[in-house]
Structures are given as C-alpha cells and as structure tokens.
C-alpha cells in the first residue's frame, strides 16, 4: 500500500497589508508498487513509433530494437498494444480489427508483437493527430485499464494542418499519459513537447539511433514503477483568495494553473498522473485578502487525492506581522524554483529568438539563463548551456552566441530546459 | 493539601502523557483531551460514600457540592465567517485559524453563571485559567476561580489551569457558616480560602521541573457567592468587582503589585496603573512563592448585579468599576456566557495585549432574553443600548456603608 507524505517550505509571514502567499510543497510517495496491481484497475501501455518515410534505415532499425527491448520491460499481466504511425496510425500488434483492441502480455503475446515491430517499413508522411487518436480509441476497448501509458517516437515535423494536433491533445488530455521522444534533429522541440506536457509525460531527444534502446527501457521501467495511478492534487483556498499559479517544480517543470477542474467552489484539482516511489515538488502561490497584524490564517489546504481519497495533506499558512526580519525572509526553496522557473523561461525564450534570428534577444536571455543555472546550482543547464554559447562573465551572465553550434545540443538544451534541481532541504516548515 | 488524585486512566492524544480521568486538557502539553467529554469518567468514590469531597476537609460534608460545569461543547462555528472549522482548525470556507482549546474556553455551569477565557490577540498562548461552579438555582451558589499564568514563565498555561482546578476542588462544597460570632465564621473562611490558594499552590508546583530555572507562576482569584454574600480571596492582580444594576460599583479585591503599592503612597491609580512596573506582582503561586495566603474579604449584596472575577487582560482596559459597568450596559441584557464573551471581545477590540479572562455569576433575575441576534457569537459587536433595567428586585442598593470590602 502507497504511503504519502507532504512538507511545506514558507516563509507564512506577511508584512502589513501583504496579500501573496508562495510555498513549495513537496509530496512523496513510498510503496507504490508495480502498475496495474495496486487494485485499483489494470494498467494498459501502447508503444507507438513513427514508421513515416523519413526513418532512415540506421533509425528504424534502432526504432525496431528498442521497441523490442521496451516489451520486455513490460510487465507480464499488462495489457498492451503496438502502434505505427505514419500518415495515419495502424494498430501493428494485436491483429485484430474489432473489439479489445490491447492484449495481456506473456512470453506468446511479447514473441509475436516482436515479429510485428520486426516488419515495420517506414514509408508515408507524419500525421500525430492519427497517432494520438488511434491510441485513446485502443485504450478506450478495454474498460478494466484505468492506467493508460503511451510511449511515443517520432523523427520528423508533424505535416497537418494547423490546429489538428491541438485538438487530439485535447482529446488525449485526462485520458492517458505520454512520453515522447525525438529521434535525431527533425522534428519540432516545442509541438512534441506540448504533447509531453498535456499528457502528463516527458520529452527528450535520441540525438544517435545507439541510445534508442536504453531510452525505451527506462521509459518503460518508470511506467511499470508506477503503482499509484491517476493521482490528483487538490487545493483548496480560502473564500475570496486567487490561485495565481500551481506549477509542478521537480522532478521537471510544469504550469498546472490552467489545468484545474473544480470540485467546489473553493477547491481544484489538478493532474498528476501516476505516481512511482519518487517525490515532487510543486510550487503553488495563493493572493488573500490582508488581514490585521498577528492574524494568521490558512492560505491553502494542499492535498494528493487518489479518487476521492485525500491521502496526504499540508497546509500554506499566512501570518501578518510587523517584524520585518521575518516578513522580508525569502523560503530557500521558493527563492530556488523560482529562479529554476525563470531560468526554463530564458532558456525557451533565448534559443526562441535565435531561431527567429534576433540575436541581441537570445544574447540577453541566454546570458540570463547561465546566471540562473549558476545561481540555482544546475549543472546540466550550464554544461548544456555553454555548448551554445561562449560564458565570458558567468555571474554577471555575459555570453557570446556560438557561431557553429549542433543543432542536437540546442534541442537538448531546449528538451531539458525544464528539469529542475533541488536544493537540500531544511527540516520542513510546517506540514 | 491536596485533593485525592485518581490514577491516570487515558492517554494524552498529543503527548502520550497520562491524564488524570476527569481532565479536559493534558497538564503535561495543554492539549485537549478529547474523548474526556465523550466518555465521562466516574469520580472516583471513596469505600466510606464520602463523595467527592476532598478529604482534607472532613469536617464539611459533600451535602451541597456541586458538579463540575458541563463540558465545552468544543470546536465552535468560525469566530471570523461562521463557516465549519476542519479538524486542522481552520475554517473550511475563509481559513481563519480557530483558537485551540486551550486558547479559548467557555463554562456555563448554570443558566445564571459563565466565564470566558481568551488567549487575546498578542500573546502566542493562553495563560490565563478559570474554574466555575454553580448550583442549578439562580442565586443559590457560584465559584469564580480565576488565574492568570505569569508570563514568559515554562508551563505557565499548564499550571494555570491546573491551579484553577484544584482550587475549585477545595470550594466545591458550601462555605462555613453558622459557626458562632462572625469573626468565628470570617476566620473559618479564610482557612477554606487559604486551604483553595495551597491546592492551587501544590498543583502548579506539581506540573513543574523540580530543575526549571523558570518556574511557573500564577495569581489567584476567587469569588464564592451564597445567597446575598460574596467572599473573595486574591493573590496578585487578577481582580473581582461587583457591579450592581444600580448603586456604585465596586473592586472588591486588592491588587498585590507594584501599581498598588504607588497607589497605596499616594500615586494615582490612573498613572501607577500604567506605568512601567504596572504589572510587576508581588505575591503569587508558584514554587518560588514566598507567600500564598491569599486576602479575603466579604461583601453583603442587596440588590440585582454582576459579580466579576476577571484577569488583567480585562481590567487593563476598564479597571475602574464605573467603566466595566460602561461596558455591560453597553453589551445590553445578555445571558452571563454573552456578557463574558462581549467583555472578551471588548479587550479584544481594545488592542487584546494579555490573556482575557470573564467570569460572571448574576445576582437576581437575568436581564430580559435579548432579541433573537444572529451575530457571531464569538465576536458579539457591543451594541450601545443602554440597559433597560425593568425590573429592579428588592431595594436600591446601600453601598455607601456596610457595603465596603473588607480586604485583609
């Protein structure tokens, strides 16, 4: 059984008249067990892979291998499904064309889906849409999987258009959970990772087809780690107060703000998916009315909700006081995401405008962005960082655009401009 | 002396410390024992059907002993919206925090007797403490006990309560009377009243580290009303008054404190009262008392009024008689549970620097019953009406002659 624990990081005083309230809170969860044996339903995974005509030989053939190598990391039991996608999506594996659309996985069922992934020739264009739709449709015959995992190769651009994408993200959205994967230095860092983030998943780049297979496995080994399915994170705030934003932290960085669905009239939640044994942080900021001095009052209530079951909870608390040495104290660890935060914008909107050509832009803001991760202490962004750009003042942020830059290091920077890094942390402030 | 203690029958929720059967609150944390008001514990009963009757004082049977007040009726509606408070103690719809148990309580041992105590807006918790006892008819028989924890002192809040509570064990059962002369009676009396100040005295002691370099502390005040008296006893600055309907009012109890010593040569009250060593006490509870006998003294009441023991906390922003009078006029013709809560939230209102204690037994027929007010309760906004005393029972009081108190 899945324990869970939540501890706020706050500074909850707030000088006379102060009205905004931030707080980091971090939830873990131990126990999780294996997907789709906790009780609470099956779990279901389709493995989907571009098989467009821009697969050259070397990638297709790594596609196959690690499509092959993520059926093994699938857990006997799981039901499951293989997806090649091209111009519109074909169910590869199982041979069916009505009914239950997923098979349970066995030593048969993981021999013969291998000999489908095996037959896979890459032809046609590249239309996502199909992929994503195909996918909901095939989790959607077979009721008893409640936790829905896809995994997602492509290589190129999506060719549709405009608007067609969106509007199967949103369907997908709620429904099941996607990471995805670019393969060499075709296809769009931001449309794939606009399908990562509204799916609950993750999004990276596979420069070199070698490193397909150990991607694929890991994928897989944390889909199957995950024994707490659909969790969700619910926060309740005072009559009158305003959630200015709920953004997941760490492991990555994601805004849930807009994502909340109301319970009543006080209380959201918002998504989190599956949970593994792992631990998040969230970074949430409440406006309340003020309140006289030495007042203090509850700010939010901030919980995980498996179904309508609260299993954890803590509270973000506000105290007004005319003490300013504990008024003007910044949390450590809502100084450090806040700069993690900042530091995902400059990286995004840096590399942003060196594509647009606006080189005094990406200068400032990936100069930016080196401070930032050297303030905060992230060294994968530094080290991603400074294949992009010359450092010649590290704290001051002064930098230099490279001229000769490869293209996979400034998709990488781009992919992983939204992991994070913790700082250690100090007994909770309260929980 | 001390009243027989029951072995401990539950456990703290919060400390895990073993908790006397009858206690509502942990003496080791504060915290509220919660199923103590669920599952009423049996007194227990010595083999020689004594009742409760502390058996240091033999000599006075448990005819007339009264029970303890019913239990607080706890978690309360929000003091700020009125909404429902979560077991988290804040409110479930604008998330004021509720205060704790322990930050504010309420007894109404009878339709005619309540007190409030309030841990006020500064201070981070309550010190202050009360017991009260009543019998069933009005104007039969009332207990005030009031303490005031000395502030900044470890366990002060602890011991406070624990003081009150003994206290009230001791005057559980009817004063002496009938006892010959008068001097006979008064100096019966003062033995039960000093008798109530060493239970106090040898509870808080109790609750304290024999090591604690920072022993608590803690006043002590007393009003025992029957029929037409009030005796009272006072260690300290916590005060009672009598405020009759009509007539003068009166302090009843003589601060021991610096202030009172200005006073006492030749300072005026208004500046010894306020000034640096306003609230420096002389005389206390505690381990390092050097004097716990309390003065006593005694007053003949011959009309309609209010008797009030109170803390500082009150007092500090209407310590003449004439001004608290100002203050239940203002609260109009109230219950004595509405009346205390209107003077709390009137210290309140007045900046709520201490712990607010009000206790109050009424003398005569309650006030009219208020129109149906759909206020708050806890936070009564005064409204100025001037009291309409319709019904004045029994003559005006004469206060100006045997009507002193009579400190000792």
Redesign the interface.
């Known amino acids: 059984m899945a324990e869970f624990t939540t501890a706020v990081f706050q500074n909850e005083f707030l000088p006379d008249g102060g009205t905004d309230v931030n707080a980091i809170v971090t939830i873990s969860c131990k126990g999780a067990g294996t997907a789709g044996q906790s009780g609470s339903g099956d779990a279901g995974e389709i493995i989907i892979v571009d098989t467009s005509g821009s697969m050259g030989p070397a990638t297709m053939a790594a596609a196959k291998d690690a499509a092959q190598a993520a059926l093994s990391e699938i857990v006997d039991g799981t039901w499951f499904a293989v997806v090649a996608g091209a111009d519109r999506a074909m169910l590869a594996y199982p041979p069916v064309t009505a009914g239950p659309a997923l098979v349970q996985m066995n030593e048969q069922t993981r021999a013969e889906a291998s000999a489908a992934i095996e037959r896979f020739v890459g032809s046609g264009g590249t239309a996502i849409s199909t992929w994503l739709d195909l996918a909901g449709q095939i989790f959607a015959s077979v009721p008893q999987v409640t936790q829905r995992h896809a995994l997602l190769l492509t290589d190129g651009e999506n060719r549709e258009r405009p608007g067609r994408l969106d509007e199967a993200i949103n369907r997908a959205t709620g429904y099941y959970q996607c990471d995805c994967r670019g393969a060499g230095t075709d296809w769009q860092v931001a449309e794939i990772r606009r399908i990562a983030q509204a799916l609950l998943g993750t999004v990276d780049i596979i420069p070199r087809p070698a490193e397909m297979r150990a991607q694929f496995q890991e994928i897989m080994r944390a889909s199957m780690a995950r024994g707490v399915a659909d969790a969700k994170l619910r926060v309740w705030t005072p009559q009158g107060a305003q959630v200015l934003f709920v953004r997941q932290v760490a492991p990555t960085l994601e805004d849930l703000t807009d994502r909340g669905v109301p319970v009543n009239p006080l209380t959201r939640d918002f998504p989190t998916g599956a949970w593994a044994d792992e631990s998040r942080d969230y970074h949430i900021g409440v406006r309340v009315a003020a309140k006289a001095l030495g007042q203090e009052q509850l700010a939010a209530r901030v919980q995980l909700a498996l179904g309508e079951n609260v299993v954890t909870q803590g509270l973000i608390k506000a105290t007004w006081s005319n003490n300013s040495e504990l008024t003007t104290r910044i949390d450590k660890q809502v100084a450090h995401y806040t700069g993690q935060t900042e530091l995902a914008a400059a990286i995004q909107e840096g590399l942003a405008a060196k594509a647009a050509g606006d080189e005094a832009t990406a200068t400032t803001k990936l100069g930016r962005a080196v401070q930032l991760a050297a303030q905060t202490g992230n060294d994968e962004a530094t080290a991603k960082l400074r294949k992009v750009v010359e450092v010649d003042n590290e704290a001051e942020g002064t930098v230099r655009l490279k001229r000769a830059v490869d293209k996979a290091d400034e998709m990488a920077l781009d992919t992983a401009s939204t992991k994070t890094t913790r700082v250690r942390k100090d007994p909770p402030a309260g929980s | 002396m001390t009243e027989p203690t029951s072995p401990p029958e539950t456990l703290c929720p919060s400390c895990g410390a073993g908790v006397p059967s009858g206690s509502r609150f942990c003496e080791s944390c504060g915290a509220q024992v919660s199923d103590a008001t669920a599952d009423p514990v049996v007194p227990l009963t010595p083999p020689d059907d004594l009742g409760d009757a502390p058996t240091s004082a033999p000599t006075r049977g448990p005819a007339g002993a009264l029970p303890d007040p019913p239990p607080d009726p706890g978690r309360r509606p929000c003091g700020s ?1 009125g909404g429902e408070v ?1 077991p ?1 103690l ?8 509720a205060p704790s148990e322990r930050d504010h309580f309420r007894e109404t041992p009878a339709t005619w007797v309540a007190g409030v105590c309030d841990k006020g ?2 201070k981070s918790r309550n010190e202050d403490a009360m017991a009260l006892l009543a019998g069933e008819q009005p104007g039969s028989r009332a207990v005030l006990v009031v303490l005031d924890g000395v502030s900044n002192l470890t366990d002060s809040d602890v011991a406070s309560l624990a003081g009150a509570r003994a206290a009230r064990e001791v005057l559980r059962t009817p004063l002496p009377a009938g006892m010959g002369t008068p001097q006979s009676r008064d100096a019966a009396v003062a033995k039960v009243f000093a008798d109530a100040a060493a239970a106090a005295n040898t509870a808080i002691i109790a609750i304290t580290d024999p090591d604690e370099p920072n022993p608590a502390s803690a006043t002590f005040t007393v009003a025992v009303l029957e029929g037409n008296r009030i005796s009272h006893a006072n260690i300290g600055d916590s005060r009672c008054y009598w405020l009759p309907d009509e007539g003068e009012a009166l302090q009843l109890t003589v601060d021991d404190s610096v202030a009172q010593a200005q006073i006492a040569s030749g300072v005026a009250k208004e500046v010894a009262e306020t000034g640096e060593f306003a609230h420096a006490i002389t005389k206390w509870l505690g381990r390092d008392s050097q004097d716990f006998v309390p003065s006593v003294g005694s007053l003949e009441v011959t009309g309609p009024g209010w008797l009030l023991a109170c803390s500082d906390g009150l007092w500090n922003y209407a310590s003449a008689p004439e001004a608290l009078k100002a203050q239940i006029a203002a609260a109009g013709p109230v219950d004595p549970e509405r009346l205390a809560l209107s003077l709390v939230a009137f210290a309140n209102a007045a900046g709520g620097h201490d712990n607010i204690t009000a206790a109050l037994a009424r003398v005569g027929p309650l006030p009219a019953p208020p129109p149906p007010p759909v206020q708050n309760a806890a936070t009564p906004a005064p409204t100025p009406t001037p009291t309409p005393t319709a019904t004045p029972p029994g003559p005006p009081t004469d206060v100006a002659g045997e009507g002193a108190p009579t400190d000792g």
Do not use: A, I, M, Q
Request: charged letters at 15%.
């Open positions: 919206c979560g988290d804040y409110c479930l719809s604008c998330g004021t925090k807006v500064s």
